[in-house]
């Protein structure tokens, strides 16, 4: 096949003027789906590690305690075969829905199994100390994870491809940026609503209010995954109209993609940045609630609210970002200055740490979800710039799973270093003060990374690398 050829079968997309484009109505249901994920994030991470590294409760080491969380995580590389097979074989009739209801189904019906995995964990912890029994349903419990991240990847990454086939280019960011705002809420809302559901907690009635709350919103969950999807993807989809996009699919294989994403510098330094700002931004995530326990005297209820703290605070950073700061400093310069406040916000944190005042930690992670709602805004903005259009879901995707691996690698990180610091200090909040002081350090070496970050040569190597992998892959 000719340039002239390839050239010709890129722009001969069918005209899509006859589909309906989403509304704004559409658009806040299709982020109902995304605000049940948050709420799924509160319970997973904000609730369970409380339960499972309190020292009151189940005093699990918190080393072990974030490797079984992170499982999730690690099971990332899925997203890529999922996303392939919701191209490539509709479930359900649909190429999108059908995956996105069965991964939630199951991702709801995990997390209550693997409740009770930790329960019998407990009791095996008690009877037996650590034997080998209890590292057996320590294993199950890393299984039941893993699955739970399955199914989150079943679910999530055929909801993202739905966001691309439901939108055209001139109204996808507005989709996206609801979304986005969306999570946050569900985020905020989770962090409410177990905060209300757990209030009044002790050791006596753990068992029955975590099963409860397992129990009521996950279906909860499910609900507005059926409420945000019906019909969006029967009446909007453009992906059958796609075929361009379905050719080059079934044409360019794994070897070609690897090259595209390598073919320029500037995406080994962007992944670099990525890595240094996402790990430094999520190794308080599983520590965070219990630093409010220990070092503040929370319950498990009030330090489940600092997330509603957070989100709150990133939630005024994300628009914050993208209607003021952006268009008047750019991208680069709003990202380094999001890092920036980020780094400081950890040393509110640790300040905080020495009042035991839960209210000066409330309002210091209310900066801290400021500074990182500026952070993602810019760094989602510059990850749009450095996407090759032609191989937009490979980039994307590329992406989404570094930043998966780098959260669970986070995840592990923050109860590896307070595990250390513990033992080195003794003293709770020197402990958890390592953790935050590290956090701000990495974010000074990704302000580093970024000042590196060339959009311009990027763009310039991977065009010339795309130009060559397409044609070489129509012709043969």
Known sequence: MSSSDLSQLAGGIPAEHTLPKVGLLTMFRLGLFQMGLGIMSILTLGVLNRILIDVNLLAIPATLAGGVLAMYQFVAPARVWFGQRSDARPLFGYHRTGYVW????????????AVQVIWELSDSL?????????YGWVALLALAFAGYGLCISCSSTPFAALLVDVSDEDDRSKLVGIVWTMLMVGIVTGAITSASLLKGLTAETLRESI??????VPAAVFGLALMALTGVEARYSRFSRR?????????????????ILTASRQTGVFFAFLLAMTVSLFMQQPILEPYGGEVFGMSVAEST???????TGTLVGIPLAGFLIVPRLGKKRTARLGCLLVGACFGLVILAGFTAMPAVLQGAVTVLGLGFGITTNAAVSLMLDLTAAETAGTFIGAWGLAQAMSQAFATVAGGIVLDIARGVFGVPVLAYGAVFALESLGMLVAVWLLSRVDVEEFRSDTGRAVAKVLASEMDS
């Open 102 to 113: 069965l991964g939630a189904a199951l991702f709801c019906l995990t997390s209550y199994l």
């Open 126 to 134: 008690r009877a037996t100390g650590w034997s080998g029994a209890t």
């Open 305 to 311: 609210r600092l997330n509603a703290f957070w989100g």
């Open 243 to 259: 075929t361009v996009t379905v050719l080059r699919e079934d044409r360019i294989t794994l070897t070609s993609a690897l090259r």
């Open 211 to 216: 099963n409860y709350l397992f129990t009521v």
